[in-house]
């Protein structure tokens, strides 16, 4: 899968991993994305919401059958802008 596909779609409602981080605070955690900013993801993981910055970290997103690893500088942007970029 390409890293096109992933910047393309909205990532609201995806599953998450943090793969690598250069904070050891955000390795590990792994959840549902509900919500997203230019800097940051929030991620809901056991009913607690933990907001990651998208420049330190690398990513492994889940849609159903497709997995994507993306590190987080390819995806910072603001969510409308990310979209149009790809274009």
Same mark, same amino acid.
């Given at each position: 899968m390409?890293?096109?596909?992933i =910047?393309? =779609?909205?990532?609201i409602g995806l599953g998450v991993e943090i793969l690598e981080? #250069?904070?050891d605070l955000y390795l590990g955690i792994r959840g549902k994305v509900v919500d997203e900013s230019r800097n940051t993801l929030t991620i809901e993981q056991d009913g607690a919401e933990?907001?990651?910055p998208k420049d330190c970290c690398r990513f492994r997103f889940d849609d159903g059958? =497709? #997995?994507y690893v993306v590190s987080g500088k390819e995806i910072k942007f603001?969510?409308?802008d990310r979209i149009k970029k790809v274009r």
């Open positions: 390409s890293v096109d596909d =910047r393309r =779609r909205e990532l981080s #250069t904070c933990k907001k990651v059958s =497709r #997995t603001r969510p409308e």
